[in-house]
T-cell receptor, first 115, second 110 residues
Framework: DQQVKQNSPSLSVQEGRISILNCDYT??????FLWYKKYPAEGPTFLIS?????DKNEDGRFTVFLNKSAKHLSLHIVPSQPGDSAVYFC??????????????FGSGTRLLVRP | NAGVTQTPKFQVLKTGQSMTLQCAQD?????MSWYRQDPGMGLRLIHY???????DQGEVPNGYNVSRSTTEDFPLRLLSAAPSQTSVYFC?????????FGPGTRLTVT
């Protein structure tokens, strides 16, 4: 049973518009969430994170929102650029459950930003 | 800093062959891990290590061995390759929550 789910395998948006990538989780013990970005033939790179004590974290064009009651987080990219085209992975962790900070990853969403 | 390096980048094995995927990091991170990425499955943890001499199993450890004799190196051994082990393998090291990934090894088992 997947604890972290990204139900949209792909998303296509026009350059300049907003991209919204969604992630749902089932374990209420998760207390830290991260987004990773992956280009073809490269390893994933860290993008942005949020602690469960916050509901929003912003870094430039990227904002992550956390809704703990719904066990849902989303990544907003505004404005979207063609260079944002990549696979985005959501990941979750719980220091309460596991002191080794293990990350549980979702299956990824492939974002295509059309020029 | 080179970060996390992995060799080889590509490998083709026949069923039953063994091999070692190499991973090294120069960030002095205690925690290292191995993941495999398969279509529609995301990144699944194979084995991890919280320091030299300490390793533990992740979500999908069967068919793989690891050892951690130094802080820098964390090799992954396939004992007897099977077609089900065809995948892209990523090594990572981390400090607290943020993981730094290597470029990956694409392995095909025929």
């Amino acid at each position: 049973d997947q604890q972290v789910k990204q139900n949209s395998p792909s998303l296509s948006v026009q350059e300049g518009r907003i991209s919204i990538l969604n992630c749902d989780y089932t374990n209420s013990m998760f207390d830290y969430f991260l987004w990773y970005k992956k280009y073809p033939a490269e390893g994933p790179t860290f993008l942005i994170s949020i602690s469960s004590i916050k509901d929003k974290n912003e870094d430039g064009r990227f904002t992550v929102f956390l809704n703990k009651s719904a066990k849902h987080l989303s990544l907003h990219i505004v404005p979207s650029q063609p260079g944002d085209s990549a696979v985005y992975f959501c990941a979750a962790s719980s220091l309460k459950m596991d002191s080794s900070y293990k990350l549980i990853f979702g299956s990824g969403t492939r974002l295509l930003v059309r020029p | 800093n080179a970060g996390v390096t992995q060799t080889p980048k590509f490998q083709v094995l026949k069923t039953g062959q063994s091999m070692t995927l190499q991973c090294a990091q120069d960030m002095n991170h205690e925690y290292m891990s191995w993941y495999r990425q398969d279509p529609g499955m995301g990144l699944r943890l194979i084995h991890y290590s919280v320091g030299a001499g300490i390793t533990d199993q992740g979500e999908v450890p069967n068919g793989y061995n690891v050892s951690r004799s130094t802080t820098e190196d964390f090799p992954l051994r396939l004992l007897s390759a099977a077609p089900s082990q065809t995948s892209v393998y990523f090594c990572a090291s981390r400090e607290a929550y943020e993981q730094y990934f290597g470029p990956g090894t694409r392995l095909t088992v025929t």
